[in-house]
């Protein structure tokens, strides 16, 4: 009898699965093997793909074609690898500083860039007759003032500067209604996050359900 | 000028200082120019005395005036001064002369001159006396030395020489100039400011002839002598005594305190004997150190000998060995030689105080290891019998909803008629996607929901192999690679005439995050030069053109990381490439990519089961998510209606109870 590999990772694959949903009955031993070798074979397979595909690829096929260039991050890893001598790990400081250096550099500019400016004209565009003219121009303004009018209360509520006139009078209309309002917008955007979050389980839940029962009748007939 | 000593800390001021600079002690002010009548005075008192004129009595040897002395005119001597005059002729009549011999032996000219009656000069009666003192120096010491008086102490002399140390007359000018410190280089070579003459000094004493004013006053017999004389002349002029003498000279000047501690001590100047008369006169005794304020006594120098008296022992001193060997005047130190020091019994006793001992203490549980972390085990369940039937009820009541759909395919689901903007904005983006330009698929996921996003990129993917566009695999985690080469093999399994070999490209890894988004986007070719065959990109029959990301057809994101999706959306709108950028993302990311979406900075995106359960509606193609959508709405329900049930009952659990409102008011 001829077993396919596809069954046998197939069988693996179901009793791994009924490892981990035994953890619906309390914590017990398959789950934390099942843990255990996920863990383990997700390092070995990350150490493996860091040497093919990182070191291989980008370092020793370089320097074998004569990438002299491939010598400066060489010498930027190796004062990397310093870091691990307590005497010796200053001496990995100035990498450390060009990777933090750099990454905060790309990070803030494309924050700037796509998330700061890209909204603020997205935030825009619903009142721009032109960009509305495929639509409802009506609707278009009405979903921008509620975009609009979130932002802005969502920011009244993290603004913290608001001060009481008086003892006892307490914040100013406005600004109470602003802040009420931010907080019934950042309620909406929690409840759709965590809705967001129970569907993926849900789903993650039934594809798994799937997968034994489409296994189990399999191995049935 | 002279400088002026103080009388409390006893240093040396300028003579046009009122108070003293280093006690602020007001200061005696220098004697004007004795007046007609208190020259007379002292005249007659010196003519009783000695029945000789003083010179005068600078300390250094000052010449005298040569001015004639004036000699008032008969008429203006007043009757008492006649009346003394009449008697000192009859007593030089009766008596040959009252004066030892010595006197007469050592009487110089000038002081012949100024033994003249009172009436040829009205010298300063301080001159006077100072000069008596010197003159009679040699023969008071011997008498004293023989009277074995006691002599008083060295602060006692030091203020009688700041008393009766002489001050020139301010009227005077001309005479104050010629004394002290500017007079003495004169006398030494004295020559004419104008015409240069070098002229002789002006008779009168030498320095020999007059004493100096600190050896005579540090001298007690001098002064006794002194006041001896003064004594007698006082008996026999009938002077009044007190206010009128010359002494003190700046009872004006002094300080109230010290004011009226000079009338005190002049009670027992009356009833004393010679010795407390005198005393009166000069108030050495006035300052005595009882009776000084205890803030004065306090600021007073504990030096019991002056400075002077100092530098001039150590002057006397030569060092013999050492450094300072030959060089005289230096201070000697105490001699340590004999002394013999014993170091005090100490115990062994460590004596801590109960600040220390807290600090060690706090120190010594520093030091301790720390505790080893206890694990915590999963089976520590808590939870009341009740609350753990009540738990696995509601996940029996899961599973029954989510199997019994999939169990019976009888059970259909709602199928929603309005598709959602992204959605539709997906399809038509893949749909017009050039079939020569290959899509970079990214994959940035965890394990966990590798489910969820295999259902909701396979409509996705399925599509573009139908189209037969060309993939580039790639992936921002090693664990979103390994699980991107099974869903783009499960898409391709159902369209043999997809050529994998030749139309999907695994570029690997990219590793560092955001700065390799960046430089794939910048730079493709040189972020991933090869494929995980190892094989040129540039070779690859799909990538040959691929020059920057532009090449790309579509750059789609495959996600369960909002962030993720983010940081792509940020490097691809800041850089320069211009493709379309969707995105299959997990429902979890959904609410936070839909404002790039609504802003236009994704052309699209397919949102977990749902997502792709619009994405084969509006394809027409069923798959896994069509199949299984009937669980998933029942589950959800399920899942919604609990969590209602449930914030009812917390709600009517956690109301505060009237009763106990009640016992806490």
């Known amino acids: 009898m001829r077993i396919d590999s596809e069954v046998i990772w197939l069988v693996i694959s179901f009793i791994l699965t009924l490892m981990v949903f035994s953890y619906l009955l309390g914590d017990n031993a398959f789950f934390r093997f099942a843990s255990g070798l996920l863990i383990g074979v997700a390092a070995g397979y990350f150490t493996v793909v860091i040497i093919y595909q990182v070191l291989i690829t980008r370092l020793v096929v370089p320097l074998m074609q004569g990438s002299t260039l491939t010598l400066v991050p060489l010498f930027l890893s190796g004062l990397l690898l310093l870091k691990l001598s307590p005497r010796l790990s200053q001496l990995g400081s100035p990498a450390m500083a060009l990777l933090v250096g750099v990454g905060a550099a790309v990070a803030v500019g494309g924050t700037v860039l796509g998330t700061l400016f890209g909204q603020v004209k997205g935030a825009l565009s619903f009142f721009d007759p032109i960009a509305g003219a495929s639509g409802s121009m009506a609707l278009r303004i009405v979903e921008g003032i509620i975009f609009l009018v979130g932002t802005l209360a969502t920011l009244a509520y993290f603004h913290f500067g608001a001060r009481e006139r008086r003892k006892g009078e307490g914040r100013r209309r406005l600004a109470t209604i602003s802040v009420v309002l931010g907080k019934v917008f950042i309620a909406i955007t929690l409840g759709a996050v965590f809705a967001g979050v129970l569907t993926a389980a849900i789903t993650a839940l039934i594809e798994r359900s799937d997968f034994i029962i489409t296994t189990i009748m399999s191995m049935v007939r | ?665």
């Open chain 2, 1 to 665: 000028m002279a400088d002026i000593r103080c009388l409390i800390c006893n240093r040396v001021n300028d003579s046009s200082a009122e108070h003293c600079w280093y006690c602020n002690t007001i200061l005696p002010k220098p004697t004007g120019p004795l007046t007609q009548k208190e020259r007379e005075k002292l005249a007659n008192l010196k003519k009783k005395i000695s029945g000789a004129p003083n010179p005068d009595p600078e300390p250094h040897g000052d010449a005298p005036q040569e001015t004639p002395p004036e000699s008032p005119a008969e008429e203006e001597v007043p009757d008492w001064l006649a009346r003394i005059r009449r008697l000192k002729q009859a007593e030089d009549q009766g008596q040959p002369s009252g004066k030892p011999d010595w006197i007469e032996e050592e009487q110089p000219d000038w002081l012949a001159k100024l033994s003249q009656p009172a009436a040829e000069d009205t010298p300063n009666p301080h001159d006077a006396a100072n000069r008596v003192a010197e003159s009679k120096k040699p023969a008071l010491d011997e008498s004293l030395r023989i009277r074995n008086l006691p002599r008083e102490t060295d602060e006692e002399q030091e203020f009688i020489t700041n008393l009766l140390k002489p001050t020139p007359p301010i009227g005077e000018e001309d005479s104050a100039n010629s004394s002290n410190g500017q007079l003495e280089p004169l006398q030494e070579d004295r020559v004419d400011d104008q015409s240069g003459q070098e002229f002789p000094a002006p008779e009168g004493p030498n320095d020999e002839d007059f004493l100096d004013v600190e050896d005579l006053l540090s001298d007690k017999e001098n002064v006794r002598s002194d006041q001896e004389t003064v004594q007698e002349s006082e008996s026999a002029v009938s002077v009044p005594t007190g206010k009128d003498l010359p002494f003190p000279l700046f009872v004006d000047n002094l300080p109230d305190w010290l004011s009226t501690e000079e009338t005190e001590t002049k009670q027992p100047q009356d009833t004393g004997d010679d010795e407390d008369d005198f005393a009166g006169e000069i108030p050495e005794r006035k300052i005595e150190k009882g009776r000084l304020p205890a803030w004065l006594q306090s600021l007073r120098p504990g030096v019991t000998g002056s400075i002077e008296k100092i530098s001039s022992e150590t002057a006397s001193i030569m060092e013999d060995h050492g450094v300072l060997a030959g060089i005289a005047g230096t201070l000697p130190g105490a001699d340590l030689s004999g002394r013999v020091l014993k170091t005090g019994d100490f115990t062994q006793e460590l004596r801590v105080s109960a600040a220390q001992q807290k600090n060690a203490e706090l120190f010594q549980s520093l030091l301790q290891p720390t505790r080893e972390p206890k694990a915590v085990s999963a089976d520590q369940n808590t939870a009341a019998p009740s609350e753990k039937l009540l738990r696995l009820f509601i996940t029996i009541l899961i599973l029954l909803a989510v199997i019994t759909p999939i169990l019976a395919p009888g059970i259909s689901a709602i199928i929603p008629v309005l598709f959602p903007t992204e959605v539709v904005n997906t399809l038509g983006t893949v749909q017009t996607l050039p079939t020569e330009k290959p899509v970079l698929v990214s994959a940035h996921f965890e394990a966990g929901l590798a489910g969820e996003l295999n259902w909701a990129s396979q409509p996705v993917l399925k599509h573009l192999v139908t189209r037969g566009v060309p993939l580039a695999l790639t992936s921002t985690n090693v664990v979103g690679f390994a699980i991107l080469q099974d869903m783009v093999t499960q898409a391709i399994s159902g369209d043999p005439a997809y050529a994998k070999d030749k139309k999907v490209m695994d570029l690997g890894y990219l590793p560092g995050g955001a700065i390799g988004m960046g430089a794939l986007v910048n730079d493709p070719l040189g972020t991933l030069p090869f494929t995980t065959d190892l094989q040129p990109v540039r070779e690859h029959p799909s990538l040959g053109s691929l020059n920057s990301l532009s090449d790309f057809g579509a750059l789609i994101i495959l996600t369960d990381n909002p962030e993720f999706a983010r940081t792509w959306v940020e490097q691809v709108d800041g850089g320069e490439a211009d493709l379309p950028l969707l995105a299959v993302v997990s429902a979890q990311a959904a609410p936070l990519l839909h404002p790039y979406f609504a802003s236009g900075q994704i052309n699209g995106y397919v949102a977990g089961m749902s997502g792709a359960l619009y994405y084969e509606m509006l394809t027409m193609r069923a798959g896994s998510a069509t199949a299984r959508f009937s669980a998933y709405q029942l589950s959800l329900l399920l899942v919604a209606v609990l969590i209602f049930a449930g914030g009812v009952v917390s709600l009517i659990l956690a109301a505060p109870r009237p009763a106990k409102k009640k016992e806490a008011g």
